[in-house]
C-alpha cells in the first residue's frame, strides 16, 4: 500500500494523537499520554488514526493523495519510532506499507527511514473494532443540522440529551485552569433554559469554576464528570460539537476529529 502526504500534516496529526497533557493516574496527577502506540488504516482515500483505552476512543482523519494498492487492513507502530524524523522532514513524503514495516522517502529520495510495524495491542484491537461508534459522528455538517432541529442523534441505544458548540480555545483556557485545583477531576453543567454552561474542580478548602461564554447553542440540560486533557486532542482555534447526557460519556467532534471520552463515576 502507497499514498502521498504531506510532512507537517501527518507530524501534527500524530502529535494530536499522543493527547499529551496531565492525567489522573494511581500514582496521581502528572504529566502522561494516551498511549505509546497508534493504529492506522486507510478508508475513502483517506488516512485514519485510531488510540484510545479504556475509558477513551480517537478517531483522526487526514486527506491522502496518490493511493495505490488501498485496502483498510490496519496497522500500527509506536510514536518513539517515528517521530524524531518526521520532526526532521519537510514537504511531500511518500509512505509505502509492508506487513512488517512503513517505508517513508521524502520527495527526492534523499531522505528514507524504514520503521517496524508492531503487533496491535488488545487496546488498540478493541478501539478498532468498535469504530462505528466513532464514525457515525464523522459528518460535522450533518451533526450541526441534528442540533439546529433539536433532535439529537443516538449512542450505543441510546438517545443523547444534550449539545453545545463552542472553540477549543474557550475549552482549553476552562480545563488548563481547572488543572491548577490540582485534581485532574472536571464537573461540566449545561442548562439550555437556565443559559448555563461550567466547568469546575472542586477540593474541599478551594474551587474553580469557568462559565464558557462564547457557546452557538445549547440543547437540553446535562451534567456529568470527565478526566483527562481532552482540548490536547484538537487543533487550538477548533470549533467543537459536545454531545452527551447525565453521567455519560462526552462525544466532542471537529470536523476531521472525534473523542469519546467515559464519565468519571463518582468514588472512582
Known amino acids: 500500500m502507497k499514498f502521498e502526504i504531506q510532512a507537517q500534516e501527518l507530524k501534527n496529526s500524530l502529535e494530536k494523537m499522543e493527547m499529551k497533557g496531565k492525567y489522573v493516574t494511581v500514582g496521581g496527577f502528572s504529566s502522561s499520554t494516551l498511549g505509546e502506540s497508534v493504529l492506522a488504516f486507510i478508508s475513502d482515500n483517506e488516512l485514519h488514526f485510531m488510540n484510545g483505552d479504556a475509558t477513551t476512543m480517537a478517531l483522526l482523519s487526514v486527506e491522502i493523495n496518490n493511493l495505490e494498492d488501498g485496502r483498510d487492513t490496519p496497522f500500527c507502530f509506536q510514536f518513539k519510532e517515528l517521530m524524531p524524523f518526521l520532526k526532521a522532514f519537510s514537504g511531500n ?60 442523534p443516538m449512542f450505543n441505544k441510546t438517545k443523547l440529551e444534550c449539545a453545545s458548540i463552542f472553540n477549543n480555545e474557550e475549552l482549553t483556557k476552562a480545563l488548563k485552569t481547572c488543572e491548577l485545583i490540582g485534581t485532574g477531576i472536571f464537573e461540566m453543567t449545561l442548562n439550555h433554559e437556565g443559559e448555563i454552561f461550567d466547568i469546575r474542580s472542586t477540593l474541599p478548602n478551594k474551587e474553580y469554576i469557568h462559565t464558557i461564554q462564547d457557546e452557538e447553542v445549547i440543547v437540553g440540560e446535562a451534567s456529568v464528570s470527565f478526566t483527562s486533557p481532552v482540548y490536547s486532542f484538537f487543533e487550538k482555534n477548533s470549533d467543537l460539537i459536545l454531545l452527551t447526557k447525565d453521567d455519560s460519556p462526552i462525544i466532542l467532534i471537529a470536523e476531521d476529529r472525534v473523542l469519546l471520552r467515559a464519565p468519571r463515576v463518582r468514588g472512582d
Not at 521524502?106 to 495491542?121: A, R, S, W, Y
Open 93 to 152: 513524503l511518500f509512505l509505502d506499507i509492508s506487513e512488517a514495516q512503513i517505508e517513508i522517502a521524502t520527495e527526492d529520495d534523499t531522505n528514507i527511514v524504514k520503521i517496524p510495524l508492531i503487533q496491535t495491542p488488545d487496546n488498540l484491537q478493541t478501539v478498532y473494532n468498535m469504530r462505528a461508534m466513532l464514525t457515525q459522528f464523522t459528518n460535522y455538517n450533518r451533526i450541526v443540522e441534528f442540533i439546529d432541529g433539536d433532535e439529537l
